[in-house]
């Protein structure tokens, strides 16, 4: 199961693979599903989700040291288009849509 999530063959299983692996396309393309998903992330309601806020949800109690933080700052820099550090929701949507696509294998 996690070599098929594996779609990239890194080895290791990235944020946008595991959402792809956990998560219906119908479900999570969904913009609504997405804004909350987005704000879920966005702690300080800024529009943005910065470093600290993805390690707080993924470094929480259920997630503590799973993830590490090169790992968390790899994934921001490529979902990251305009390169200020932060994700904004639009950001967030075309990482989804790879996402889709990935799960898809176009």
Do not use: C, H, W
């Not at 070599?3 to 956990?22: C, L, Q």
């Not at 879920?40 to 390690?55: L, N, P, Q, T």
């Amino acid at each position: 199961m996690l070599r098929a999530a594996d779609t990239d063959g890194s080895g290791d299983i990235n944020y946008t693979e595991f959402i792809a692996a956990t998560m219906g396309a119908n479900i999570y393309m969904n913009e609504g599903y997405l804004r909350q998903a987005f704000n879920m992330f966005d702690k300080d309601k800024s529009g943005k989700i910065d470093s600290e806020e993805v390690v707080a949800l993924l470094q929480g109690e259920e997630m503590a040291n799973i993830v590490p933080q090169d790992s968390i700052q790899q994934a921001i820099a490529e979902i990251d288009q305009d390169g200020d550090g932060e994700i904004d929701f639009e950001e967030f949507m075309i990482m989804m849509k790879k996402a889709q696509e990935i799960s898809m294998g176009m």
